[in-house]
């Protein structure tokens, strides 16, 4: 059985690893936003982990961009992922960055 394969995901606003938006300024902070998503840890030897995983980042920005949103950033930067087991069953991954207004 081949592993499914994720799709590309876009959000409501601009979200980036990097410290900075080219072709953007950095108006203010406005502060670190973060988003969690869970999963079963019982999948560990699927072979749609991969997918999973992927689908767990994804939902975990989703949620993260939604915080930024009501903060009233206008992107989010620094984006970076933690993670770690929340029980026997159930392993979480945040993903967490700064939380930014742009000029103009």
């Known amino acids: 059985m081949d ?10 606003l601009p979200v980036s690893t990097t410290e900075t938006l080219p072709g953007l ?6 502060g670190v936003v973060v988003g969690i ?16 995983n992927t689908a767990a980042r994804q939902d975990a920005i989703g949620a993260m961009v939604q915080q930024a949103q009501e903060a009233g950033a206008h992107a989010i930067i620094g984006v ?6 929340i029980s026997e069953t159930v392993t ?12 103009g």
């Open 92 to 103: 979480e991954l945040t993903a967490y960055g700064t939380a930014v207004t742009l000029r």
């Open 25 to 30: 300024e950095i108006d203010a902070v406005v």
């Open 37 to 52: 998503a869970t999963r079963p840890r019982d999948m560990a030897h699927n072979p749609e982990m991969g997918y999973v």
């Open 3 to 12: 592993p499914r394969r994720p799709s590309f995901v876009s959000f409501a």
């Open 80 to 85: 970076r992922f933690d993670g770690g087991k």
